[in-house]
């Protein structure tokens, strides 16, 4: 990543974390993925856990990413 300042509080505390939802981590899925009908655990879908970067200072959240972008194609 290339920005190590916050922009909103100048801090340079800036670190990784997965999103999560409740008890599991948030996942991406390709949209055609949801015209199949299959089960959100079926091997049929393709997803990939969504990460952040974020300011441990103020918790502004600098940009999200798919950790595994070539498993949705």
Do not use: T, W
């Not at 990784?16 to 899925?29: D, I, T």
């Not at 390709?30 to 990460?51: G, M, V």
Request: hydrophobic content about 35%; overall charge positive.
């Amino acid at each position: 990543m290339e920005c190590k300042v916050c922009p909103q509080c100048n801090s340079n505390n800036i670190y990784k974390g997965v999103m999560q939802a409740a008890h599991a981590p948030l996942h991406m899925f390709p949209e055609e993925a949801f015209n199949k009908n299959a089960p959100l655990n079926s091997h049929l879908r393709k997803n990939s856990k969504i990460s952040s970067y974020y300011c441990q200072g103020c918790g502004y959240i600098l940009g999200m990413f798919v950790d595994e972008p070539d498993k949705l194609m």
